[in-house]
């Protein structure tokens, strides 16, 4: 098993800026792959990004591309989601993921239990 946890949600205003954080348990964390998703009310879960074990790999949905980086410190077993230029559209929880393998393919294996970030307009 894998604990995540999220920090670093909150209200922020439109084109302003937050730094998401999620920290993993285990002894193994530079061998998943890692990824953020987020879920609006009454939408289904998306796909924001992902970031390869090493780190030297990254890919971002379409919607958030240019404006949100993911990256990680296998040091400190945390992976970071920095969001800038935000939108009212990304107002949604936000969650933290990891695949068992170091190549993002979307299959998920454990999920944190997410935290809110809310753009104002």
């Known amino acids: 098993q894998v604990q995540l946890v999220e920090s670093g949600g909150g209200l922020v205003q439109a084109g302003g800026s937050l730094r998401l954080s999620c920290a993993a348990s285990?002894?193994?964390?530079?061998?998943?792959?890692m990824d953020w998703f987020r879920q609006a009310p009454g939408k289904e879960r998306e796909f924001v990004g992902g970031i390869s074990g090493s780190g030297g790999i990254r890919n971002y949905a379409d919607s958030v591309k240019g404006r949100f980086t993911i990256s990680r410190d296998n040091a400190k077993n945390t992976v970071y989601l920095q969001m800038n230029s935000l939108k009212p559209e990304d107002t949604a929880v936000y969650y933290c993921?990891?695949?068992?393998?170091?190549?993002?393919?979307?299959?998920?294996?454990?999920w944190g239990k997410g935290t809110l970030v809310t753009v104002a307009s």
């Open positions: 993921a990891a695949e068992k393998g170091r190549l993002v393919t979307r299959g998920v294996d454990y």
């Open positions: 285990g002894r193994t964390f530079s061998t998943y792959a």
